[in-house]
């Protein structure tokens, strides 16, 4: 089965509403960086039917997003039966907002939130983009379109609310998957088993979100009754 195919049917299957039954015993909290993020993932689980329950700025510096990452997990209270899933998506142009930290030390950073993740939920999972979500939406448009869309203002892109449907009319997300080399990827766990980072790849083109979709739906369909860590 090719990827845009794949693609397809994950989506039909949510669009379905596949996995009902699981849907209902699992609240998918979204934690992204800033309001772009957050306007593109708030019409896209509307449009695609995706089982997110809320979607949550926690700032791209990475000690305070850990901090404001823990503060959100406290405060989350659910449903009687129904466990939180923390998914996060972050960038990773860490020299820039990060004060021009090494990368051994940005590594060990990236590692902090990772771990705390694994450690709380075998569900839990973090997506990382190099250099920005701005990237990942550029490789999105189709060839012909890009040079039209590279002459969009970038402030006017952050502060869009249509952003998603935008960049959908212009590409697709199969666009993306077949321009990043999953190879380059810092962080990858496409199951709910815990995944080692690659800090050689910290500074590569890449972005997991190329699957966030596919993951979603993996939580979707996976036994509701499975033991995992949820503190």
Same mark, same amino acid.
């Given at each position: 089965m090719?990827?845009?195919?794949?693609?397809k049917?994950?989506?039909d299957?949510?669009?379905?509403?596949?996995?009902?039954?699981?849907v209902?015993?699992?609240?998918?909290?979204?934690?992204v960086?800033? %309001?772009?993020? @957050?306007? +593109?993932f708030?019409?896209?689980k509307d449009? #695609? $039917? !995706?089982?997110i329950?809320?979607? /949550?700025?926690?700032?791209?510096?990475y000690?305070?997003?850990?901090?404001n990452?823990?503060?959100?997990?406290?405060?989350?209270?659910?449903?009687?039966?129904?466990?939180?899933?923390?998914?996060?998506?972050?960038d990773?142009d860490n020299?820039?907002?990060?004060?021009g930290?090494?990368?051994?030390?940005?590594?060990?950073?990236?590692?902090?939130?990772?771990?705390?993740?694994?450690?709380d939920?075998?569900?839990?999972?973090?997506?990382?983009?190099? %250099?920005n979500? @701005?990237? +990942?939406?550029?490789?999105?448009?189709?060839? #012909? $379109? !890009?040079g039209?869309?590279?002459? /969009?203002d970038?402030?006017?892109i952050?502060s869009?609310?249509?952003?998603?449907s935008?960049?959908?009319?212009?590409g697709?997300?199969?666009?993306a998957?077949?321009?990043?080399?999953?190879n380059n990827?810092y962080?990858?766990?496409?199951?709910f088993?815990?995944?080692?980072?690659?800090?050689?790849?910290i500074?590569?083109?890449?972005?997991?979100l190329t699957?966030?979709?596919?993951?979603i739906?993996?939580?979707?369909e996976?036994?509701?009754?499975?033991?995992?860590k949820?503190?």
């Amino acid at each position: 089965m090719g990827r845009g195919e794949k693609q397809k049917n994950i989506k039909d299957s949510l669009k379905k509403g596949k996995g009902k039954a699981e849907v209902s015993k699992k609240e998918i909290h979204l934690l992204v960086e800033g %309001k772009t993020e @957050e306007s +593109f993932f708030k019409v896209m689980k509307d449009i #695609e $039917k !995706i089982n997110i329950k809320k979607i /949550i700025i926690v700032g791209g510096v990475y000690e305070p997003a850990l901090k404001n990452i823990k503060n959100i997990k406290k405060k989350m209270t659910g449903s009687k039966g129904k466990q939180n899933i923390i998914l996060v998506v972050l960038d990773l142009d860490n020299e820039e907002k990060n004060d021009g930290m090494t990368e051994e030390k940005l590594n060990e950073k990236l590692k902090n939130i990772i771990n705390y993740l694994e450690d709380d939920n075998d569900y839990n999972n973090i997506f990382f983009t190099y %250099k920005n979500f @701005e990237t +990942f939406l550029a490789k999105c448009i189709d060839e #012909e $379109k !890009i040079g039209k869309w590279n002459n /969009i203002d970038t402030k006017k892109i952050k502060s869009d609310p249509m952003i998603y449907s935008k960049v959908m009319r212009n590409g697709t997300i199969e666009n993306a998957e077949k321009s990043f080399n999953e190879n380059n990827l810092y962080y990858k766990k496409k199951d709910f088993e815990k995944a080692k980072p690659k800090k050689e790849n910290i500074s590569k083109i890449q972005s997991g979100l190329t699957y966030i979709v596919e993951y979603i739906e993996k939580i979707n369909e996976s036994n509701s009754n499975e033991v995992v860590k949820n503190r």
